[in-house]
């Protein structure tokens, strides 16, 4: 009975851990477009446009429907040729005005099959005023003629244009930084408790809890600078919470610098907690308000927002929300380790 109680939420954790990195690598992505070209169409003309798919099976499917679509609006394909699996060539006869009330140019393809469902390219086809008088499309756009459209079965994440596989990273650089805020939470909280109490156990507990945070923290900064290798095209772009978190990760360093330059062990512990709480303090302002007031890449600031729709999907968030979990016990597992050893080297010395 002891030894379940002890163990579960350990047990718990890894099992949240195993299920967060089998899911997030192994469960594929929804069907997407990779690419479109021509980019460009003249009004009142003709385009044949070469679509490229993402874990698509074109060749299995019998019937394709494809649209050019400019907000409410929208023209049918006249024809679809299938090349490959992930290829197919979709004419259209673009119409010789633009959509009345629509200043809109860039046009979303849309593509429909009863095997891959629906998926699109946003701003797939951009459309320039006819070069002469000479267009030949007798075509109109219709309002909300894009209907019963097909659904992708199966459990997968949603594709994004600019993330591709690299979408599945959020369960590793996001998590990891939500587990980190909470263990920083629980070293803080021990800092107030030694101050209050002067127990040493407390003091252990603060600096092995705030140890763990700070290694979640450069484990986040790291698979966050792999991510904006492939989405930014270089590891560390100066964006501005790439550097308050730099920034706030060396305070936190510095805690440590601190506690290995005092030798006496009151003293050391008595200033420790009151940097602790000062680290966290600083750490709020630098990761969530700061990034808030300027342009940056990263959602949920400047504007952008985060954790909607276009971040987390529901298959998403059964992976995102137990994988936090599991680092955050994973990391407290390992926090309550570091305490205990200090306490037995505290009572052998």
């Known amino acids: 009975m002891n030894l379940v109680k002890n163990w579960w939420w350990k047990i718990?954790?890894?099992?949240?851990?195993?299920?967060?990195f089998a899911a997030g690598l192994l469960l594929p992505l929804k069907t997407g477009i990779t690419d479109a070209s021509p980019f460009t169409a003249e009004l009142g003309k003709n385009i044949s446009i070469q679509s490229s798919g993402y874990n698509t099976f074109y060749t299995a499917s019998e019937e394709h429907r494809a649209w050019l679509k400019l907000g409410d609006y929208s023209i049918a394909a006249n024809s679809i040729e299938v090349l490959s699996d992930q290829g197919m060539t979709i004419n259209f006869d673009i119409p010789?005005?633009?959509?009345?009330?629509?200043?809109?140019?860039?046009?979303t393809l849309i593509i429909d099959?009863?095997?891959?469902?629906?998926?699109?390219?946003?701003?797939?086809v951009y459309l320039n005023e006819a070069k002469d008088s000479l267009g030949t499309?007798?075509?109109?756009w219709e309002k909300d003629a894009i209907k019963s459209l097909n659904k992708q079965e199966g459990i997968t994440f949603p594709y994004r244009n600019t993330l591709y596989e690299t979408i599945r990273n959020t369960y590793f650089h996001v998590s990891l930084w939500f587990a980190m805020m909470i263990i920083f939470v629980v070293g803080m909280v021990n800092s107030i408790r030694y101050l209050s109490s002067k127990k040493m156990i407390f003091d252990h507990k603060a600096s092995s809890f705030t140890s763990v945070g700070i290694l979640f923290g450069i484990?986040?900064?790291?698979?966050?600078?792999?991510?904006?290798?492939h989405t930014w095209g270089a590891y560390w772009s100066w964006d501005i919470k790439q550097n308050m978190t730099a920034i706030a990760l060396l305070i936190y360093l510095a805690y440590f610098v601190?506690?290995?330059?005092?030798?006496?062990?009151?003293?050391?512990?008595?200033l420790a907690s009151v940097y602790n709480i000062f680290a966290f303090s600083a750490l709020i302002p630098l990761i969530y308000v700061i990034p808030r007031l300027f342009s940056s890449l990263h959602p949920g600031n400047g504007g952008n927002p985060a954790f909607g729709s276009q971040d987390l999907d529901n298959t998403m968030r059964l992976v995102f929300y137990p994988i936090i979990i599991g680092w955050t016990l994973f990391?407290?597992?390992?926090?309550?380790i570091k305490s205990r050893t200090k306490t037995l080297e505290e009572k052998v010395s």
Do not use: C, F
Not at 113 to 124: I, S, V
Not at 331 to 336: E, K, N, R, S, Y
């Open 12 to 20: 718990l954790g890894m099992l949240l851990l195993i299920y967060g």
């Open 96 to 107: 010789q005005e633009l959509p009345i009330g629509i200043e809109e140019r860039s046009a």
């Open 113 to 124: 099959n009863e095997l891959d469902g629906t998926h699109l390219l946003p701003g797939a």
């Open 137 to 140: 499309s007798s075509k109109s």
């Open 219 to 229: 484990l986040g900064l790291l698979t966050g600078a792999v991510w904006a290798k």
């Open 258 to 270: 601190l506690r290995a330059s005092i030798p006496d062990v009151d003293k050391k512990a008595r």
């Open 331 to 336: 990391g407290w597992w390992i926090a309550t």
